[in-house]
């Protein structure tokens, strides 16, 4: 099992480290920098742009090949990724923005994990039922919406919400209250309150996505023979579905899950930018926009990271279910 | 990242218990469009589909306005008789601009959805058939696009294809949208391979290229199909995303996606701005995937995903 793991992980690994790299020339070769400084008045000379460039390792007049071994060099020396356009280190600003990031991917994927698997659960035990066909409309029309949508949607029904009551029940605009006074739990209490829309939105989409995928594994699972013998030898109904049931028919789940986290991830940076948080995904997007390779590099490092670990969490979670691949 | 090659393969030879009744043995083809009709998803879808690309078409017809009409007289009015889905805040018509949103959405949807599946196709098959190091090349480029998330990868492109034209999109999206249908025909292509038909024509000489176009796609031309028909759905999301927050479609043409751009900032004043092409965008990618889904059940009652 160890052995199998470690094989993933390393797969894995390999494939992220390509996959910032590639990101890295990629970047390199589309993004120009130096047009930041081109249209500025009075014009900045040509040699106080390039020794600007030069400074960040981004002159466009270095070989891209030689760039990338300075970038390499560098993070294996020094553990820098760089500095941003704005002079601050590349890590720095990743240190701060991460935690926005992981605290709605985290809860968000959770919350979409358990309640999919627990829909399509339902679902597949209530086959063709009324319950089982406004799940399965539900989840077809959440997954027709785009995520943007959702959050705006969301946003809508709030502030109609907000309206009824008279009073700001739910605050959705940016990651905090500014300026708010009070001790340590109002503090905790206004994140939470802001958590609140975009982790329902982020949810949603898994959840519709994941319900699709454990409804049909469940239908699968529940024509075997081996849920008539569990029934046969006494176990309850209940039983036999939990024990014997969900568990097998979690076992492709759990590879689904590696595949559409770079979905989720896609969708977290549409999230976090409807809803105006400074996260990686602002980040990311920001940095293209004011062509900062160095800061784009980092922001896929850190896509990549977080896929490696789902990627091997879901590799575990394989091995534990499945006892095939343990021996 | 070999658990994809364990995806199930339809056994497209197999007969299903139906056929063993009747004497004449019924065609694949009959059985499954007698599969689909038998399917509720499949009519909600199909009507939905055909309905929302007759009103693309024709529903301009019997609007007064026209997309790029500013009436000065009603400047940011509710939904009236006069301007069925309200205006926006210099008087442009929301009606007629939804309906030219929708033509450019679906052309991109309509367009990229089968060009992806014919790319997934060519470069499934060549992978599966070829096999050796082009086949390992091959895989490791879809695993390398399947780690980057396609959206991040639209957006640092976006600089190039923001001065080519919106057709440019078409391309740009059905680049990125084959990945992992690839891997399926991929894994479909490795079995055939070992069929006799396919030894065969090896055999008698006859060259790679021809093999492939001749025996090997149309045999997975089912998936393609399917691929293709959730690929329009697929599309659409993107390319309202990038058009959402400015990566796409640019000003002068009219997407969904530019047009909720437009209305996100009024959407809890004056909803009517955002709504109304908001669910015109849901019901038609709603419509194309229920299509898709049918499809893809019909096609293969015992495929893994969206069973029904």
């Given amino acids: ?188 209490l206004d994140r939470a309150a802001h958590l609140l829309l975009p982790t329902i939105s982020l949810a949603l989409m898994g959840a519709a996505g994941y319900s699709r995928y454990q409804r049909s594994a469940m239908l699968d699972v529940l024509a075997a023979d081996y849920i008539r013998t569990a029934r046969s030898k006494g176990r309850t109904r209940g039983s036999a579905l939990v024990r014997h049931g969900v568990r097998v028919a979690l076992i492709p789940m759990s590879t689904y899950f590696a595949y559409s986290f770079a979905t989720v991830l896609a969708g977290a940076a549409v999230t976090e930018l409807v809803f105006s948080w400074h996260g990686m995904g602002e980040m990311l997007v920001q940095a293209i926009t004011q062509s900062d390779i160095n800061a784009f590099t980092g922001a896929i490092l850190f896509n990549a990271v977080l896929i490696l670990i789902a990627g091997t969490l879901a590799d575990i979670v394989y091995a534990a279910l499945d006892p095939r691949v343990r021996v | 990242m070999s658990m994809l090659d364990e995806v199930p393969i339809g056994d497209i030879a197999a007969g299903s218990p139906e056929t063993s009744h009747s004497k004449k043995p019924v065609s694949r083809l009959r059985l499954v469009v007698s599969r689909l009709r038998s399917t509720p998803r499949f009519w909600v879808g199909i009507i939905g589909l055909v309905a929302i690309i007759l009103w693309a078409i024709f529903g301009l017809v019997p609007n007064a306005w026209n997309a790029t009409d500013l009436d000065v007289y009603n400047m940011g009015s509710r939904p009236t008789g006069l301007h069925w889905f309200g205006t926006s805040d210099i008087g442009e018509d929301i009606y007629a601009q939804t309906i030219v949103g929708l033509r450019k959405s679906l052309i991109i949807g309509l367009l990229v959805g089968p060009l992806a599946a014919i790319i997934a196709g060519v470069v499934g098959a060549v992978a599966g058939y070829l096999g050796g190091w082009w086949d390992r090349a091959i895989v490791w480029v879809i695993d390398l696009l399947l780690v980057l998330p396609s959206l991040f990868l639209f957006i640092l492109l976006s600089p190039i294809f923001k001065s080519l034209s919106w057709v440019a999109l078409i391309f740009l999206l059905s680049g990125f949208g084959w990945m992992i249908m690839a891997r399926v025909i991929r894994a479909q292509t490795r079995s055939l391979r070992e069929r006799d038909f396919i030894k065969a024509a090896r055999f008698m000489g006859v060259d790679t290229w021809t093999i492939i176009r001749r025996h090997v796609l149309p045999n997975v031309s089912s998936l393609l199909i399917i691929d293709a028909t959730l690929g329009v759905g697929g599309a659409i999301l993107s390319e309202t995303t990038l058009s959402f927050f400015g990566f796409g479609i640019q000003a002068p043409d009219v997407s969904l996606g530019t047009l909720l751009t437009a209305g996100q900032g009024a959407a809890a004043t004056r909803p009517w701005l955002f709504i109304f092409p908001a669910a015109i965008l849901v019901f038609t990618v709603l419509s194309a995937s229920l299509v898709g889904d049918a499809l893809r059940d019909a096609v293969d009652p015992t495929s893994g995903v969206n069973r029904d």
Avoid: C
């Fill in chain 1, 1 to 188: 099992m160890i052995g199998f793991i470690a094989k993933r992980f390393i797969n894995y690994a390999v494939l992220s480290a390509i996959a910032t790299l590639s990101a890295y020339v990629l970047a390199s070769i589309i993004l120009n920098p130096a047009s930041r400084y081109l249209g500025r008045n009075p014009r900045p000379s040509d040699d106080t742009i390039n020794a600007i460039l030069d400074g960040l390792g981004v002159n466009p007049n270095t070989p891209v090949i030689e760039r990338l071994w300075a970038w390499i060099v560098n993070l294996v020396t020094h553990g820098s990724l760089g500095d941003t356009i704005h002079n601050t280190t590349v890590i720095s600003e990743m240190t701060a923005r991460a935690g926005t990031s992981l605290r709605l991917l985290i809860l968000g994927t959770i919350i979409a994990a358990i309640v999919g698997v627990a829909i399509g659960v339902w679902g597949a035990v209530r086959q063709y039922r009324i319950s089982d066909q406004a799940i399965s409309y539900a989840s077809f029309t959440i997954l027709a919406t785009p995520a943007f949508v959702l959050g705006i949607l969301l946003m809508i029904l709030a502030t109609m919400l907000n309206n009824v009551l008279g009073i700001q029940l739910i605050s959705f605009t940016g990651e905090y209250t500014a300026g708010l006074d009070g001790g340590w739990w109002a503090h905790v």
